[in-house]
């Protein structure tokens, strides 16, 4: 027990999904010497898919619904084929075969739970009439227990999330309340500047980072009196320096929410300039995270092309002059680039 333990070090609930899967295969195929594994979870209430391999060619995004998920580990001697068609069915079988399976001559075959509810199921494929022990059934069962724990957990987590999500998109609302004239702002940021960030080659999780930032990016403001924040003249310098400190009164509000830790340097540094005289921190060039500088242009293009209490919207040319009149001081060059090839790009 003691090794296996020691063989899940490192895996924790903050690894995504596709990660945890994909290292926990690999550790069950190291400490149980397999040739050739797969885990399999259900993609819906009736198909599942493989999320994780080993020794077989390409799984891709095969889905098939299974016949029947094994109680406990299975063991198959002879007969591979047809032992493995008891569980995953016909064409999963077939599948399986034609990528890799038919060079196994012994398969062990075990349930993956969450809530109780079968989830997936591991398979583990060996090239030669392996004798399976029952320690090794032990430890592939205490395995699949590690999975079980996990999936149970991240739902669980996942739920949260989803809470917490709905109690901050009812802030950044309530934020957008206290002045008419920015209503919608957080949700247009957070929408183009996903897209920018799509648009620039940033992986699927980073581009929801990117997106979450923009929704939470002026969050701070609530901490900021309305007679500031609506005020229809010039702000006084006091007043100005009241309002440069949003930035860290967003990240602070997002320190109750222990999952946006990655947004909380997004949300800083989002006002500060490519040439390092912005706030709070005047740090300057590739110093400010890409990510906050890429809210930094896409909040500045929004607030110019949408009507302020102090000042009509201007035109998307001028906002785009604008833009161009700030790279290399105010904004970051190469995003500014970017983010104009984009507008282009659609119109």
């Given at each position: 027990m003691k090794e296996i333990s020691e063989a899940f070090l490192n895996l924790t609930l903050w690894m995504s999904y596709g990660d945890f899967m994909s290292e926990l295969l690999n550790r069950i195929s190291e400490f149980l010497f397999s040739d050739m594994s797969t885990i399999s979870v259900f993609e819906s209430d009736k198909n599942m898919r493989f999320v994780s391999w080993k020794g077989f060619e390409d799984l891709g995004n095969f889905l098939f619904r299974p016949k029947k998920i094994p109680v406990k580990g299975r063991v198959f001697y002879e007969e591979v084929l047809?032992?493995?068609?008891?569980?995953?069915?016909?064409?999963?079988?077939?599948?399986?075969?034609?990528?890799?399976?038919?060079?196994?001559?012994?398969?062990?075959?075990?349930?993956?739970?969450?809530?109780?509810v079968p989830t997936g199921i591991v398979l583990l494929g060996y090239r030669d009439d392996r004798v399976i022990t029952k320690k090794m059934l032990r430890d592939f069962r205490i395995f699949r227990s590690y999975a079980?724990?996990?999936?149970?957990?991240?739902?669980?987590?996942?739920?949260?999330?989803?809470?917490?999500?709905?109690?901050?998109?009812?802030?950044?609302?309530?934020?957008?309340?206290?002045?008419?004239?920015?209503?919608?702002?957080?949700?247009?940021?957070?929408?183009?500047?996903?897209?920018?960030?799509?648009?620039?080659?940033?992986?699927?999780?980073?581009?929801?980072?990117?997106?979450?930032?923009?929704?939470?990016?002026?969050?701070?403001?609530?901490?900021?009196p309305e007679s500031i924040l609506l005020k229809a003249g010039s702000l006084t310098e006091d007043e100005f320096e009241v309002v440069k400190t949003h930035p860290a009164l967003s990240e602070s509000a997002l320190s109750n929410f222990s999952w946006l830790d990655d947004l909380k340097p997004i949300v800083r540094h989002h006002h500060e300039r490519w040439d390092g005289t912005g706030y709070p921190d005047g740090i300057s060039g590739e110093d400010i995270p890409l990510e906050s500088r890429i809210i930094s242009v896409v909040d500045a293009y929004d607030a110019m092309t949408s009507d302020r209490i102090y000042r009509k919207a201007l035109s998307i040319q001028e906002a785009e002059r604008e833009l161009l009149d700030g790279a290399g001081s105010q904004f970051d060059p190469y995003v500014v680039r970017m983010f104009l090839k984009l507008l282009k790009s659609r119109g």
């Open positions: 047809s032992g493995v068609r008891k569980f995953f069915g016909e064409k999963a079988s077939n599948f399986l075969w034609s990528r890799g399976l038919d060079k196994s001559k012994t398969v062990m075959l075990g349930p993956i739970h969450s809530d109780r079980s724990m996990f999936i149970t957990l991240k739902k669980a987590q996942e739920r949260e999330r989803n809470y917490q999500k709905g109690v901050i998109t009812m802030m950044t609302s309530l934020l957008e309340m206290r002045d008419p004239y920015t209503l919608g702002h957080s949700t247009r940021v957070a929408s183009m500047a996903a897209n920018l960030a799509r648009f620039m080659g940033f992986d699927r999780e980073r581009i929801d980072r990117v997106y979450w930032a923009g929704i939470v990016h002026d969050i701070g403001k609530m901490g900021i």
